[in-house]
């Protein structure tokens, strides 16, 4: 019985994997031919069936830029760049529809030791740290073998060093996926759906609009009460939005 259920499991993981794969393959077709809406139309369908990915996040990005929705261009690439955050084409390519938002929002000043810390544990993601440290560990491990069954002092002292510094090494890499977890699981970004929303100074339609945001400006939620979102912006003002105007970007 088990065997039976372990074969029809793997067939089904097969039949979804064709399937996603034919999607992804007349999409690519579409998108070539300038038949933007058809090719949107088959991505979001592999996204329906659980698969997620840079490169499919990427491909709508591209998608939805062609058919001028800058909203949903900038969401998709925004997506492709939490799982792949060091990656040219997609900040090249979501730079270029950032440019075609309204809103012009100057981001606080940052000093350049704040610049270098967030670029370096930004370079990847905390998974991909956290693959890093189990390499180091690894090396770590033979380097310490090594030193055991090395012969001559000089080569024992290499392994020793070596070991050090892929301990160090390792320790890093954790310290640093521990912090980028820690800032993935605080940070909240959303992308504003709505052509124009007026951002509100409190949680009611009765309050009044502080400020005016567009289509495809990015947000970071602070919290959430009823049908209305706080948020901030780049630049450190904060304000309210009815939820359904904007769009959680880690919603995997």
């Known amino acids: 019985?088990?065997?039976?259920?372990?074969?029809?499991?793997?067939?089904?993981?097969?039949?979804?994997?064709?399937?996603?794969?034919?999607?992804?393959?007349?999409a690519t077709t579409f998108y070539n031919q300038g038949e933007y809406t058809k090719a949107a139309n088959?991505?979001?369908?592999?996204?329906?069936?659980?698969?997620?990915?840079?490169?499919?996040?990427?491909n709508l990005g591209n998608t939805?830029?062609?058919?001028?929705?800058?909203?949903?261009?900038?969401?998709?690439?925004?997506?492709?760049?939490?799982?792949?955050?060091?990656?040219?084409?997609i900040k090249n390519n979501l730079a270029y529809a950032q440019n075609m938002t309204l809103d012009a929002i100057e981001p606080l000043p940052q000093t350049a030791i704040s610049k270098l810390y967030k670029k370096f544990i930004t370079y990847l993601?905390?998974?991909?740290?956290?693959?890093?440290?189990?390499?180091?560990?690894?090396?770590?491990?033979?380097?310490?073998?090594?030193?055991y069954y090395f012969t001559f002092s000089s080569q024992k002292r290499i392994a020793f060093i070596c070991s050090l510094i892929f301990l160090?090494?390792?320790?890093?890499?954790?310290?640093?996926a521990y912090l980028q977890f820690s800032n993935f699981q605080s940070e909240q970004p959303a992308i504003v759906f709505s052509e124009e929303v007026g951002i509100k100074s409190e949680p009611n339609d009765r309050s009044q609009a502080i400020f005016n945001l567009h289509a495809g400006t990015k947000v970071n939620v602070l919290?959430?009460?009823?049908?209305?979102?706080?948020?901030?912006?780049?630049?450190?003002?904060?304000?309210?939005?009815?939820?359904e105007d904007i769009k959680i970007l880690k919603d995997f």
């Open 168 to 176: 160090l090494s390792t320790v890093l890499a954790v310290i640093v």
């Open 42 to 58: 088959n991505y979001l369908k592999i996204l329906e069936n659980g698969e997620h990915s840079a490169e499919l996040y990427f």
């Open 223 to 243: 919290e959430q009460l009823n049908d209305w979102k706080k948020i901030e912006i780049s630049d450190g003002t904060t304000g309210w939005i009815p939820a």
């Open 64 to 89: 939805y830029y062609k058919l001028n929705k800058i909203a949903p261009s900038i969401y998709y690439y925004e997506k492709a760049l939490l799982l792949k955050p060091n990656d040219s084409d």
């Open 1 to 26: 019985m088990v065997r039976v259920l372990t074969i029809l499991t793997y067939l089904v993981c097969t039949l979804g994997f064709s399937q996603n794969e034919q999607l992804f393959n007349d």
């Open 125 to 147: 993601s905390f998974d991909q740290w956290a693959y890093v440290a189990v390499g180091f560990m690894m090396l770590f491990v033979c380097c310490y073998i090594a030193f």
